[in-house]
Structures are given as structure tokens and as C-alpha cells.
């Protein structure tokens, strides 16, 4: 995207100075190999973090200051990305010319309050604060069961195995082996080995950022993002069984593409045409002209090199929707679409694009996706304007199944 200012020195940084926004977004992403050994302390250092510091060492206290910098809002969280386990602090403040005061270098001050020096003690974390973030962070991963859709899909990830396989929270079990010292060497893990960047979006320029955040360039090592290997396994197949009225089907299919290529941008139009938009393939015969799924639609993951089926369906359809599913995938593999269609799709790329401007986070979260991507934004249009059906066809016939997953319910 034109005006973002990239630069490096111990952390790397993405500043996007536009003055549309009525406020600052501040990202600081800590990124780190995903393992199942580490994850549960991960997942759930940063709720810990946001809610105290040593310098403001309860929930009240240190939510004054935020409140008292026109209600600043810190957000953090943990996610997995690829092969990466990432934790993420996020920072919205109002723009300093709408109140007249440099508000930014104040909440910018707190928020390194919070990295630099959290509510520990003794080579541990709080017990009490810790007790009660574990009794939330059960409750998180205990809700994924009752969302059948998500749950549908961890399991299907299970079955691809590998990273994949690594549910972000960590398991129950994991979590029970969280302690209030396992979560300060996971501290001291994350702030001296992950690798740290930066994004900023607002009405900002590279010396204000540079010299906020100078205070934090003590941090993390500039190690390069890990990036997942082509990887095809033994087609796998479960079915499993629950109380639910309507059944989840949902499938893998393998792709040796790899993220920082044009290719990765021309299968966010093979997705969208075989799943991604309400024009697809799938929903326009699965769900539309067969009348089979209640939902159906398809996701691309150009870091997990996978592309994603989800369809929500009647047990006694299980068996004809796959079918259908299948003959969908031929027909783009044979080319079977319009031109028109083609360009819909594009279109709706292109739209989706147009949008990030409207959005901080939106903004934050392409920027994100950027570093792997060698691309600017005008760059990634272009490559969709010019997929042609012949690119389409190439790959879409690069898609190999590789498992099945139904979580079934109701009568067979």
C-alpha cells in the first residue's frame, strides 16, 4: 500500500501516517516457534500482562491512567499463525491534534510499563490474578466445544497433524500444568528470543515512532519468520458422533504453493471462485441448486498451504454433498466457469482491498501478512487482474484431498 513506511532497527517496524482516523493504532506482535510444550503459558501470558503492571499492581489502578488518557484501550491476546505462536499487544488512542496533548507518548509509556515490567514477583506472576485468568482461559477453550463449527475444524486439524494440530489456548490438560512460575520463563522467553515488530496507523511519522518506542528496542532477537514446508499426507477420513440437529462436514485439501509467490495471490481467486463468495461453486450448487447444506463455503490459508471446506449438512446428505463437493473442484480443474464469473471474483478481491483503508486493524492485519508477501498492495491487484482462467485451472488442479471430517448428528 502507497505511504507505508518500513523500517529496521533491533525490531522492525510498518508505520502507515494517514490523518483519516480520529485515532493512533499501536501493534506490537511477539512471534515465537509453535510447540505444544509451551503454548498453555503463552496463550495465556498476555490476559495476565494487560491487567496489572509493578508500577500499577491491581486491575483498578492500572486501568486510571488508560481512562485518564481519554479512555485509551490496550487490547492483548495470543494466536497461532502458520508455524508461529504470536502474542499481541494493541494500543488505540485518540489522535494528539484532536485534544491538543501528546497523548501517544503517554499510552505508548504504559504500554511499555506493561512489557518491561510486569505484576512479578520472585520469578512469578500474582497467584490470585493468575487463578482467575486460568478459570477464564478454561472457560475459552471449553467454548470451542460448544461451537460445533470450530470444534468441527480442530478436529479436522488434529488430523492433518503437525502445527496444525496445536490448538492456540493449549488443551485443559496443558492449562493444568500452568503455573505462576512456568508463566514468567515463558515471560522472560517471549521478551528476550521472540522476534518483535511494530505496526502503527495514524496521524504519526517515522521519528515520533521511533523515538516512543525506543524504550523497547532492547527486545527479542531478528530472527526470520518461520514459513510452513509443502507437506501431503495419507488421505484420512473420520466421522464422529454428537447431539446436534445439523452435522458438520468439513475438509482439507493440500497445495504445494508457496506463501511468497504470485501463485498464493491467484488462489485467493481459485477460492473464491470454487468457495469464497456467495457466486462460488459451492454455494451456488451445494447449497442454492441441490438445496444439500444449510451453509457451504471454502477458506485458503496460504500459510498452512491448505484450502478449507465447510459445509453445514443433514447426516443422510453426508455421502451426495461430498459427491457434489467433488464435481465442483472437476469442473474448475476443467475450467467450467465464465468470464464473467472470473471477473466478479476479481472484483470482489479488489473490493476487499479497497476496504483495508477504512479499517486500522484491518490496515494492521494486511500489513502483517505483507512481511511474508514480497508485494505492495497495487502489486497484489495487479496479479489478480492478470490470473487468467489458465492460472485457475493450473491450480486448482494442484488441490488434493487430503482428509474428511464429519461430525454427525440426528438420524443416519
Known sequence: MKGIVQFQHQLHYSVYPTK????????????????????ADRALLPFIMEKSTATYPSIELFHTPLEELYDTNLYAGAS?????????????????????????????????DVLLRPNAYDGAFQPLIVEQERRLQRQRIES???DKMRFAQQRLQEMLGGELAIPSLGTLEQLDHVTP?????AYQSMIHHDRVDIYVVGDVNREQVEQAFNPLESLGTRRPRLLPEASRGEFKRLEEHQDIKQSKLHLAYALDVDPRTEDAIRMQVVNGLFGGFPHSKLFMNVREKESLAYYAASQYSSLSRKLFVYAGIDASNQQKTEQIIEEQLNALQAGEFEDETLQQTKELLFHQRRQLGDSPRQLIAWMSGADVRPFSLDEEMAIIE?????????????????AVYCLKGGEV
Open 181 to 185: 512460575k512456568s508463566l514468567y520463563e
Open 80 to 112: 497461532k499463525i502458520g508455524k508461529e505462536h504470536v502474542i499481541q499487544f494493541q494500543l488505540e488512542v485518540v489522535n494528539d491534534h484532536l485534544v491538543g496533548e501528546d497523548v501517544l507518548s503517554q499510552a505508548i509509556e504504559l504500554l511499555e
Open 386 to 402: 492478470n490470473t487468467t482462467r489458465e492460472h485457475v485451472v493450473a491450480l486448482a488442479k494442484e488441490m488434493v484431498l487430503e
Open 144 to 146: 470451542v466445544y460448544d
Open 20 to 39: 483519516k482516523f480520529k485515532t493512533t493504532t499501536c501493534l506490537v506482535s511477539f512471534a515465537a516457534p509453535l510447540s505444544a510444550e509451551t503454548v
